[in-house]
């Protein structure tokens, strides 16, 4: 509020875009702390949900728009606490914003007994050598912003729902990370 007011009565705009984006980035770290310390103090509060809804809900969350979701979950369920997956899901659509020139798409889909939730996005694909640590804290790009937690989170997150995270290079480049999730059956 303080930055906004500042800018109503100031015309230095560039240092206050620069404290906005600090501000974001420590709202974004604080909130991955939050998640993280959750995790370890009690067990995830599970609901049986909708998964395109979870999707859909992500994607206007991040301000993106929903027709980047190619659901062929055919109404695929999972168990989930919403506000930790959600923590989840945007880590890896702000890491696709950031580092990936963009998110893709978000396809949703079911295989076997797991709902899988891809993300692809533009950007040059995770390097070969970060390919195997990408989900271990403190990994990534220093030069893109961040500390290397937000995989890490995902990764503790999803494991908590007893699912596991891929990544991979797409065959045309960008990034590829893929959540999965146990399939909720007969719900």
Known sequence: V???LERETRSQSTR???????????????????????????EPLLRILPAAEVAQTLLERVG????????QSQGAKVSADLSLLGRALLNVADNAQRHGEGLVALELRTE????????????????VT?????????????EGGGLGLGLSLVDRI?????????LANG?????????????????
């Open 2 to 4: 303080l930055v906004e």
């Open 158 to 166: 999803v494991r908590a729902h007893a699912g596991r995270v891929r």
């Open 130 to 142: 970060m390919l195997q640590r990408a989900l271990e804290p403190f990994v990534g790009k220093s």
């Open 171 to 187: 065959t045309d480049g960008g990034a590829i990370v893929t959540v999965e999730l146990p399939l909720i059956s007969g719900q």
């Open 16 to 42: 206050l875009d620069s404290m906005d984006i600090e501000l974001s980035e420590m709202d974004s770290l604080i909130g991955q702390l939050l998640a993280q310390s959750r995790l370890e103090l009690m």
């Open 112 to 127: 076997s007994d797991l709902v899988q939730f891809e993300f692809r996005d533009h950007g040059p694909g995770f390097d």
């Open 64 to 71: 993106m728009p929903t027709t980047l979701l190619i659901d």
